[in-house]
């Protein structure tokens, strides 16, 4: 059942990333669904760098979104992840 919420909320996300991306204005919301698809797409540093994109111009035009807050954080912590594991596997 978990299985099947998140394969509909990440297909949700996506739907909403996309509508965004053709809004001639985004908003903030918009921008945090962009970047939660960026996210989504895995941990890839190209990936990550555009999460946070996306995250750092939501909270531009509404500093008080606390889901890009949260997003911004997921990027930091999966980058800092990757960045240890990398180092311990050289």
């Known amino acids: 059942m978990s299985r099947l919420a998140n394969a509909l909320n990440t297909q949700l996300i996506e739907a909403e990333a996309r509508r965004a ?35 750092e111009r939501a909270l531009k035009l509404d500093p008080g979104n606390v889901e890009a807050l949260v997003g911004t954080a997921q990027v930091l912590v999966s980058s800092n992840w990757n960045s240890w594991l990398a180092s311990i596997e050289a």
């Open 21 to 55: 991306e053709r809004s001639p204005h985004p908003n903030s919301l918009d921008l945090y669904f962009q970047g939660i698809a960026w996210l989504n797409k895995g941990p890839i540093p190209e990936y990550m760098a555009q999460a946070r994109s996306f995250f």
